[in-house]
């Protein structure tokens, strides 16, 4: 299950969809389901889903994980933080993935990548047992050369590159800090491949940033929440995920055709 796979034409959209839980969670109760808003997504063409299951669970519930481990058709992408607790609800809910994030439990959202390179020793075990069971582990982190090779040295299969400081130079820097940002993401990509690695990307994309990333050669998945469901309020979830898979399409193919 571990073993690389062949990287698709287009990168694979993964729906991440916490944020229906958050708007759920601001009353309780059980509406906004997660669950069916993934079941929507698969009609609407995500090839997978992405849930991150926080310490605090702020918007995620054991219960979501557990339903979206057998209720969607759709291979299920788990965010975890590297600890004992959510590596033994890992091990339980058996997802097709596991993305190993860092965690902090003031911040807003996933702010910085994972430090692979110094906790190695903390990581070790966990990329190990997860693999193990099959699961397949993505390492959430910069795209930076020290941080690709210890993900490499960890046996995981996959990094995920953190998409998020270009996407705030995008909103609010210069263009020539965006620029910069996104070349830094190129080299990691292309950095991590020549590793053996296969390179996702996420955090922040919008129809406006995704498509230079979905650009780079050999990105394989993108993992897109937050934007998704704003939009969601607008024009829907369903459409708003069709127009974003067009995008990604046409921006990959675009390249491609250079
Ligand atoms: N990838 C990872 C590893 C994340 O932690 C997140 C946020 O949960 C995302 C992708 C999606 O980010 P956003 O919600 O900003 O699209």
Same mark, same amino acid.
């Given at each position: 299950?571990?073993?690389?796979?062949?990287?698709?034409?287009?990168?694979?959209?993964?729906?991440?969809? !916490?944020?229906?839980?958050?708007? =759920?969670?601001?009353? $309780?109760? *059980?509406?906004?389901?997660?669950?069916?808003?993934?079941?929507?997504?698969?009609?609407?063409?995500? +090839?997978?889903?992405?849930?991150?299951? *926080?310490?605090? =669970? =702020?918007?995620? $519930? !054991?219960? +979501?994980?557990?339903?979206?481990?057998?209720? @969607?058709?759709?291979?299920?992408?788990?965010?975890?933080?590297?600890?004992?607790?959510?590596?033994?609800?890992?091990?339980?809910?058996?997802?097709?993935?596991?993305?190993?994030?860092?965690?902090?439990?003031?911040?807003?959202?996933?702010?910085?990548?994972?430090?692979?390179?110094?906790?190695?020793?903390?990581?070790?075990?966990?990329?190990?047992?997860?693999?193990?069971?099959?699961?397949?582990?993505?390492?959430?982190?910069? &795209?930076?050369?020290?941080?690709?090779?210890?993900? *490499?040295?960890?046996?995981?299969?996959?990094?995920?590159?953190?998409?998020? &400081?270009?996407?705030?130079?995008?909103? !609010? /820097?210069?263009?020539?800090? *965006?620029?910069? #940002?996104?070349?830094?993401?190129?080299?990691?990509?292309?950095?991590?491949?020549?590793? %053996? #690695?296969?390179?996702?990307?996420?955090? $922040?994309?919008?129809?406006?940033?995704?498509?230079?990333?979905?650009?780079?050669? $050999?990105?394989?998945?993108?993992?897109? %929440?937050?934007?998704? @469901? /704003?939009?969601?309020?607008? +024009?829907?979830?369903?459409?708003?995920?069709?127009?974003?898979?067009?995008?990604?399409?046409?921006?990959?193919?675009?390249?491609? &055709?250079?």
């Amino acid at each position: 299950m571990n073993a690389s796979r062949p990287v698709p034409r287009v990168p694979r959209l993964g729906v991440n969809i !916490d944020h229906v839980a958050t708007i =759920r969670n601001a009353r $309780g109760g *059980r509406h906004p389901d997660p669950v069916a808003a993934a079941k929507l997504a698969a009609e609407a063409g995500a +090839d997978g889903i992405t849930a991150h299951l *926080r310490e605090d =669970r =702020r918007h995620i $519930g !054991d219960e +979501d994980i557990a339903r979206l481990s057998t209720e @969607i058709g759709l291979p299920l992408n788990l965010e975890m933080a590297a600890t004992d607790e959510m590596l033994a609800i890992a091990l339980k809910a058996r997802p097709h993935a596991a993305c190993i994030v860092p965690e902090r439990r003031e911040e807003v959202t996933t702010e910085g990548g994972l430090d692979a390179a110094r906790h190695h020793n903390h990581l070790a075990p966990m990329v190990r047992q997860l693999s193990e069971a099959g699961i397949r582990v993505s390492l959430f982190i910069e &795209a930076d050369e020290m941080q690709l090779e210890a993900a *490499r040295a960890l046996g995981a299969p996959v990094v995920e590159l953190h998409t998020g &400081a270009y996407c705030h130079a995008a909103l !609010d /820097g210069t263009a020539a800090e *965006r620029e910069r #940002l996104l070349e830094r993401l190129r080299r990691g990509a292309a950095f991590g491949q020549k590793l %053996g #690695l296969e390179v996702h990307a996420g955090h $922040g994309l919008t129809y406006d940033t995704v498509p230079p990333i979905a650009a780079i050669p $050999g990105i394989a998945e993108l993992n897109i %929440g937050h934007f998704l @469901i /704003g939009e969601a309020i607008f +024009d829907g979830l369903a459409p708003a995920i069709r127009k974003m898979r067009a995008i990604i399409e046409q921006s990959a193919l675009a390249a491609k &055709a250079v």
